[in-house]
């Protein structure tokens, strides 16, 4: 998690260097450095695009546009639409989960922090959040052990420590008295919001996900203590200002990719799709930041032991471990979910991240998208992502790239063997060196 809270010095330098060189926009906000908005509170989040921003970068100078709108169909962190406001596009960024949605909000639909009026402004409200008592709400009493110094993983649920779980209770109830008194608009909700929520990942007792804890704070080797047992803290949101009406969205993609124009006002210039790879559902592993955005409170026995058996320990919502199942999550749906998508998307361009360990096999994926257009590509090799412990592939590396299809043009399925041939030999010189590559990227003209 200190890795993913903290982006490399390396990547910073490459992304923001690739935004100053692909194009200038006059009224790129001064005032705020590039990385300093692209890296800033982002939560950890599997299939997050942190470090790829610069073949992100590198695909969609591809493209050739400047200037335009660019859509960013499934955002999460919001990281590739933040790359997208800083390219000086007018930016949609769109994703079914509450929590991203508000995120997305908060920091890319916004060009200025919101006035607050009716609190008296963003310091005041911020300052008021960071000092509230902490009290015995929801997450403290289903989420936190009774006593921190003396938790008990067998009967209680270890989220965030006591103190902590006060605090985001504390906070959200003033978010909620507020928003019921009509003070907040769902801008300045969302600004809030999108603080609240990475604070809440940030103090989490979790390797990241939030479908388990670790027993004891910090797990094992309680390297992460610095991070949960700090004080809860919201700290506002730094923007950028590019000047454009930005849009944010929560649908379903499948459903939002023929309304674009709709949603809009205008045929997008490039919608850039990163879905899940592999059966990991978002709604299940981030079930606590939509618990903190809805306040729904799902209920629960503040135990996990009932009558002697272990009950709703993850203390995911029973109806969520059902709802909003993505089709890219399974390896039976994703390809014709992918299929449905090309077919009915209204934009110039489409730019598509993958890799070559997903749920969609590689041929299908790139004969899918050549037989929309004229398809080229930008990858790069990385050692795999895991979430805390290995999984069972042998494979220490994978290629994650970019798929380029420009829509006006003609298909172009000769292009299929070519670029997978590419992307394979890729993949198996990095496995023989067993060794992170980031520095060579490949492309295909
Ligand atoms: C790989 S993650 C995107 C990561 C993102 N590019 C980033 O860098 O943070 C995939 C995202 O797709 C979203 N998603 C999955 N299925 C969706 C659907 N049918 N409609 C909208 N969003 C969906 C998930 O909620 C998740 O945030």
């Known amino acids: 998690m200190k890795g993913q809270a903290q982006a490399t010095a390396t990547d910073n330098r490459m992304a923001a260097s690739m935004a100053q060189q692909v194009r200038h926009h006059p009224r790129r906000h001064a005032a705020v450095r590039t990385d300093e908005y692209l890296y800033s509170q982002l939560i950890p989040y599997i299939g997050n695009k942190r470090k790829l921003l610069p073949l992100i970068a590198q695909a969609i100078a591809k493209t050739g546009i400047e200037d335009g709108t660019f859509v960013d169909l499934t955002t999460g962190t919001t990281v590739v639409a933040r790359l997208a406001k800083t390219l000086g596009f007018r930016v949609l960024a769109n994703d079914w989960e509450p929590y991203s949605y508000e995120i997305a909000l908060g920091t890319v639909t916004l060009n200025e922090p919101p006035a607050f009026a009716s609190i008296g402004g963003a310091n005041k409200v911020f300052a008021r959040l960071n000092t509230l008592d902490p009290m015995d709400g929801y997450i403290a009493r289903h989420l936190c052990p009774v006593d921190d110094e003396n938790p008990d993983p067998?009967?209680?649920r270890m989220f965030f420590t006591r103190a902590n779980g006060g605090r985001i209770d504390?906070?959200?109830?003033?978010i909620e008295r507020w928003d019921r008194a009509g003070r907040l608009s769902a801008e300045e909700r969302a600004y809030i919001f999108a603080?609240?929520?990475?604070?809440?990942?940030?103090?989490?007792?979790?390797?990241?996900?939030?479908?388990?804890?670790h027993h004891g704070w910090g797990g094992k080797t309680s390297t992460a203590l610095y991070r949960i047992l700090s004080r809860l803290t919201l700290r506002p949101p730094v923007l950028l200002d590019n000047g454009q009406d930005n849009v944010s969205t929560r649908e379903d993609v499948q459903q939002l990719a023929s309304r674009l124009p709709d949603v809009i006002g205008e045929r997008p210039d490039i919608a850039y799709l990163d879905p899940p790879y592999n059966q990991h559902p978002y709604g299940s592993n981030y079930h606590v930041l939509?618990?903190?955005?809805?306040?729904?409170?799902?209920p629960l026995n503040p135990s996990i032991l009932v009558d002697g058996k272990k009950h709703d320990k993850s203390a995911i919502r029973r109806?969520?471990?059902?709802?909003?199942r993505s089709p890219y999550n399974h390896e039976n749906q994703a390809l014709s979910a992918l299929q449905s998508l090309v077919a009915s998307i209204e934009a110039r361009w489409l730019l598509v991240s993958y890799s070559t360990d997903g749920n969609i096999p590689l041929m299908d994926l790139l004969g899918t998208l050549a037989a929309r257009g004229h398809l080229d590509m930008v990858a790069n090799s990385y050692k795999r992502y895991r979430v805390s412990t290995p999984r069972m592939s042998p494979k220490s590396h994978n290629v994650e790239f970019v798929a380029v299809v420009d829509l006006d043009a003609p298909p172009s399925p000769d292009r299929v063997e070519p670029i997978a041939r590419a992307i394979l030999?890729?993949?198996?010189?990095?496995?023989s060196q067993a060794e992170e590559i980031n520095a060579g990227q490949?492309?295909?003209?």
């Open 154 to 156: 067998e009967r209680e």
């Open 170 to 174: 504390a906070i959200r109830e003033q």
């Open 195 to 213: 603080s609240l929520v990475y604070a809440v990942s940030y103090v989490s007792n979790t390797s990241g996900v939030f479908k388990g804890f």
């Open 290 to 298: 939509n618990t903190v955005v809805l306040w729904d409170k799902p």
């Open 319 to 324: 109806d969520w471990r059902t709802e909003r």
């Open 425 to 431: 030999t890729r993949e198996a010189k990095a496995l």
């Open 442 to 445: 490949l492309s295909l003209v």
